[in-house]
């Protein structure tokens, strides 16, 4: 199971990085022309759902519950970093930030729409919030650096954990129709500095690994509809992939023997 | 010289009762989805009669040879807006201000598409 959520954010938030003048949005999806910029990039998952090899399912702890609690001193800056199923939510806060402050800002980035984290988050006492995972593979992986503590109860789990491709379609219009200004020269601009690390980072940031970069094609002669010109370059992305089933305790018995040379009496009690 | 108040007029002419509905406000969420906000309704009472030719010349060439009403009004019309008439629905094409005449506009709808007729049933022509 992959988060697609975490798909459409994070490369809509890569590309808008990329091209600040260009109005980026997910298709397929009714946007009147008015409302575009100058540019609109259009982004679209052509086919998806591949895994990269056979995953083994393996037996190992995940966690049924979590508790993130917030530490350092208020009078410095802090920084929290929370990692869990592929993504990275990452908190920043300034100095005289109290900690419980802090605790609501990890508490509203873990909720934000885009690294979806499949838990019920709940404050508790001044500077902790417990993560109630939804489903058992919620928060597999779950680490926690920076000013904050992690504690967790775990239960065994079978879990399976893939890379999953996905061909994505990024799709450029302009109402420039020149070389120079036009859709393959925003084209060109995206595949050019999606390799940035500061681009690459931030797609870490929703789990997406950028494995290939197509070629532009300029589809010049398709343009229409209110633009001057479009071009297209496909990205073949991946997300791990992540699903878990929990192993049932073992069920257990409380038993005496008796014996002796002429009978021999097992007492069970449930 | 002073333009001849258009607005005071209206009143002297037949109305009629229209529909006008506005989309809602177009908005991209966090995951780059295109959200359209409630459309909003309003029933508006203008001056309505078929566009002639000199209103038809604001419009492109291709578009003169459909339907288009020509619509007084003293308020504004989005120009994404549709326009119930007489229980068949027109599509804002233009809108202009005449605000020296007194605060009136003119705006120009056109017939959108209707369902083609059925055919009859030897799957002729209707």
Redesign the interface.
Known sequence: MIHL?RL??GL?SAIEAIVSDA????SP????R??ARRHLVT?QRLSGGHMTDDPTPRTTPVPTSATITVTGNPANARAVQVLATGARWRVIVPAATSNADLRDAIQAALS???KSLDATLTPAGADAIVLTPANPAALHGITVRGSALLSDTTSLAKVTQGWESSRVQVSCSSADRTTAGGAHALAQTIRGALRRPSVTRLLDEYGIGLWDVGQVIDHARKSGSAWESHATLDLHVVQLSLDAELVPAAQSVAASVNADPQTIEIEVSP | MTLLDSAAILDDFERSAVTVET?GE?T???????V?GPPSVANRNPVVHPADRRMLERLPEADRSRETIALYDTIEYA??ATVTYQGRRYEVASVADYDTHGGVWLILAQLLDEHAPEPDEDGGDP
């Open positions: 959520e459409q954010a809509g109005t980026v949005a997910w999806s009714q946007l009147p008015e409302q982004l934000a729409l885009g | 989309p177009v991209i969420d966090a995951l780059r989805e295109v359209h120009q994404t």
